[in-house]
C-alpha cells in the first residue's frame, strides 16, 4: 500500500470527473484535495503539502497551462499531469515542453493515470 502522506490535488471544473478521480487515487492508497478551479487551488491553504499536480487544461477561468505557468514563476515545481478533452496539439506540445509527468486525453483508464502518479512520485 502506498503512504497516505503522499496527497494528489485534482483540479477540474466538472465535479463528476473530480470525484472520480478523488476516489481513483484515493483506492490505490493515496490522500486527495479536490479543487474545482485554478484559482480556487492559488488560494488553498499553503501548510496542506501536495505531492502531485492532476490538471484540467479547460477551466473556464484561468487555464491549467496558465496555472502551471503561475506555479513555476513563484517557485513551486509540482510534478503536473494534464488531462483534457481537447484535442489540441498545440496545448499537447506546450504542457510536454513545460515539463508535464502524462497528458492524458478524458477518456483516459485509470491505470494509466495512477501509472503516471507513481512515475511523478518515483514509485
Known sequence: MVDLRR???V???DASIRRS???LVN???FANIEYASAEAFLVRDPAVAIDCLVLDIDLGGIS?????HRLKETGVNLPVIFITA???NRLSTE???EGC???LRKPFAGSVLIAAIKKALGL
Open 64 to 68: 491549467g497551462i496558465e496555472l502551471q
Open 86 to 88: 481537447l484535442e489540441d
Open 11 to 13: 483540479v477540474d471544473d
Open 21 to 23: 478521480v478523488g476516489r
Open 95 to 97: 504542457a510536454e515542453r
Open 7 to 9: 496527497t494528489i490535488a
Open 101 to 103: 509527468i502524462a497528458y
Open 27 to 29: 483506492a490505490y492508497g
